[in-house]
């Protein structure tokens, strides 16, 4: 078992730290480079260099919960919950399709309830019900 997860590239967990302007103000995000990886794909998707992500998702993290937190944690977990959509089909594996392209709430719908913020799900499938009607 241990041997898939010791044979990972020593470079892929050593951490790298980039400073980013988020309204002006600089900040130092350090990350392990897999985490790094995975953000650029996440970009790249949109058509975004991996700053302009993050700024955009900070600034929606802001919108929706007034606060931000643990920044570095929600985006390793950003990371690891795009990569968890696509094991689990939610989210194409092919990087030519935008995530903005895809329906949100299909991607969330019925989603295992501890990767759902709470009453966030029940949202997400009345939401598209009444697309669909």
Request: charged share 25%; proline share 4%; with cysteine.
């Amino acid at each position: 078992m241990c041997e898939v997860f010791i044979s990972a590239n020593p470079d892929s967990y050593a951490s790298r730290t980039r400073s980013v302007r988020l309204h002006g103000v600089v900040t130092s995000i350090r990350l392990e480079n897999l985490y790094w990886d995975v953000l650029e794909e996440i970009g790249l998707r949109d058509g975004m260099a991996v700053v302009q992500l993050i700024e955009k998702l900070y600034d929606e993290l802001v919108a929706a919960r007034g606060e931000v937190g643990n920044f570095s944690s929600f985006l390793r977990v950003s990371a690891l919950r795009y990569m968890a959509l696509q094991a689990h089909d939610r989210i194409p594996m092919d990087n030519a399709i935008p995530i903005r392209s895809l329906d949100a709430a299909a991607v969330l719908h019925a989603l295992p309830a501890h990767w759902a913020l709470p009453g966030r799900e029940a949202k997400s499938s009345v939401v598209a019900l009444r697309r669909k009607g």
